[in-house]
């Protein structure tokens, strides 16, 4: 069963740091595909937040989070973080982790901005709540 799991999140106060993680499981490989952050605040659309290259490790940060936010990811684990440092209450939303396993070649940036096109699998989705 190809599933990704998250686990995360929670009420922080501004200026403060979480940690998102992303547990893959039942793929074949990783090492041709992107694993990306998105997030869906209240009446917002969905907006890629980070991207990365599972083999490559290439990167690509919305412009908003650059600075603040790093994605990462564990090979051997087949995990991917997104560490979140300096968090601000636009910050909040819930966040997906989510693949484009399946797809044809593509690119990180393509991956973040156009999840749409490419991305086959999601995970449950975590609060992040930034509050003080």
């Known amino acids: 069963q190809v599933q990704l799991v998250q686990s995360g999140g929670g009420l922080v106060q501004p200026g403060g740091s979480l940690r998102l993680s992303c547990a893959a499981s039942?793929?074949?490989?990783?090492?041709?595909?992107?694993i990306g952050w998105f997030r869906q605040a209240p009446g917002k659309e969905r907006e890629g937040v980070a991207c990365?290259?599972?083999?490559?490790?290439?990167?690509y940060y919305e412009d908003s989070v650059k600075g603040r936010f790093t994605i990462s990811r564990d090979n051997a684990k087949n995990t991917v973080y997104l560490q979140m440092n300096s968090l601000i209450r636009d910050d909040t939303a819930v966040y997906y982790c989510?693949?484009?396993?399946?797809?044809?070649?593509?690119?990180?940036?393509?991956?973040?901005?156009?999840?749409?096109?490419?991305?086959?699998?999601w995970g449950q989705g975590t609060q992040v709540t930034v509050s003080s």
């Open positions: 039942g793929f074949f490989t990783l090492d041709y595909y992107i």
């Open positions: 989510a693949t484009d396993y399946g797809s044809l070649a593509t690119t990180v940036q393509d991956v973040c901005v156009s999840p749409t096109v490419s991305v086959n699998y």
């Open positions: 990365i290259g599972f083999r490559d490790g290439r990167t």
